[in-house]
């Protein structure tokens, strides 16, 4: 059986859909920039796959470290948001990995799986008020209304969670990232459903709860059992990371500095 082959794309050979509507934030530009340096690479799928947005799915749900290869696309085009993620994903890896090629820890996993995650939500605030008609907020905002209805929340509360975002992206960006580093690291201790209830619970008074199921959690935890190096032992470089975004003034503002170079 021939393995079919993903055709590799750097981000200059590939369309931004978008684009226009991050013109205003400056660290957009940024993160694009550090991927056309570094020369990062996606992955297409190959033609007998072509436009097929659930196998793509599925392998970036599954394979999504930052090793393996970059996200996969259906086609030539990536939604901006999307370069933005895998901007952090793959700055977590340099700072975290101990080689080229290395296994990241569990604890690095969730810690750049976190950054990349909340910065969406910290896009989305971002974009309230500036970008209207930006198709980013037209998919993330319904998707992330449809998971805190879920969890109970009120259409209210929504839009009082919603508000907050927006009145303060910063602070938006550093809850939600604490919240999915907590949250991960301590699914991946339990070892039953029964433990895995009681982490969940108590998160239930935290702001962004109801929109943790949001994220694909399973997907992380599994993940990183299964492909994290060293186990389930505590990973120190990741965790003073995670203590230093906790300690900072700005979240955002340190990852500037510290992995963008941005002063």
Same mark, same amino acid.
């Given at each position: ?8 794309r ?25 991927l ?38 259906v086609?030539?085009? *990536?939604?901006? #948001? ?9 700055? /977590?890896?340099? @700072? =975290? +990995?101990?080689g080229? $090629? ?60 919603l ?15 604490? *919240?999915?580093? #907590? ?9 039953? /459903?029964?433990? @895995? =209830? +009681?982490?969940?619970? $108590? ?52 990852l ?8």
């Amino acid at each position: 059986m021939t393995t079919p082959r993903f055709v590799v794309r750097t981000i200059d050979e590939l369309t931004t859909e978008d684009e226009a509507s991050f013109r205003h934030v400056a660290l957009y530009g940024d993160l694009k920039d550090v991927l056309r340096r570094d020369k990062y690479t996606f992955r297409v799928l190959p033609e007998a796959s072509s436009g097929r947005w659930d196998r793509a799915l599925l392998l970036n749900l599954t394979f999504w470290g930052a090793n393996a290869g970059g996200d996969v696309l259906v086609d030539d085009t *990536l939604p901006a #948001d999307v370069v933005a993620h895998a901007a952090w994903h793959h700055l /977590a890896a340099k @700072a =975290l +990995a101990e080689g080229p $090629g290395v296994p990241l820890t569990a604890d690095a996993l969730f810690l750049g799986e976190s950054i990349a995650s909340a910065f969406d939500v910290y896009l989305v605030g971002r974009l309230l008020g500036h970008a209207p008609k930006s198709s980013f907020l037209a998919t993330q905002v319904p998707a992330m209304a449809d998971s805190a209805l879920a969890a109970g929340a009120s259409e209210d509360d929504f839009d009082a969670l919603l508000q907050g975002i927006a009145d303060d992206p910063d602070r938006a960006f550093e809850d939600l990232r604490e *919240l999915l580093f #907590d949250a991960t690291t301590a699914l991946t201790a339990c070892s039953g /459903a029964d433990d @895995a =209830l +009681a982490v969940l619970e $108590g998160f239930d008074e935290h702001r962004f709860a109801p929109l943790l199921h949001h994220y694909e959690l399973s997907n992380w935890v599994l993940y990183a059992r299964a492909y994290g190096k060293g186990g389930l032992e505590p990973d120190e470089r990741a965790r003073v990371i995670d203590r230093e975004l906790r300690q900072a003034d700005g979240a955002v503002d340190w990852l500037a500095s510290k992995w963008l170079g941005n002063r």
